[in-house]
């Protein structure tokens, strides 16, 4: 299913598979100790290319970061990828 964004030239635009990118993700810290362990399980099970997983906490705060350096082979394999992400309680943001 196609997502149409509010922006007419984004919807226009081709998207060349693979695609690599760094996604970035805001999460609950607290809800979310597990969640290299989660994404790499969600990496695995779409058979999404994962060359790195790091994270940056700042001590005191309710939030917390975390990339991927991630290479979707389509447009499907990605979308079905945020949607298991977007499906975490503790994920805020993943872009």
Do not use: H, N
């Amino acid at each position: 299913m196609e997502v149409p964004s509010t922006d007419p030239r984004i919807d226009a635009a081709e998207l060349q598979f693979p695609l690599s990118f760094d996604l970035r993700i805001i999460y609950l810290k607290a809800e979310g100790p597990d969640i290299v362990e989660t994404l790499e399980a969600i990496y695995a099970s779409r058979g999404v290319s994962c060359a790195m997983i790091q994270g940056m906490d700042i001590p005191g705060s309710k939030y917390a970061r975390m990339g991927s350096r991630l290479t979707f082979s389509s447009r499907q394999q990605m979308y079905a990828t945020y949607g298991d992400i977007g499906k975490l309680s503790y994920v805020k943001s993943a872009i």
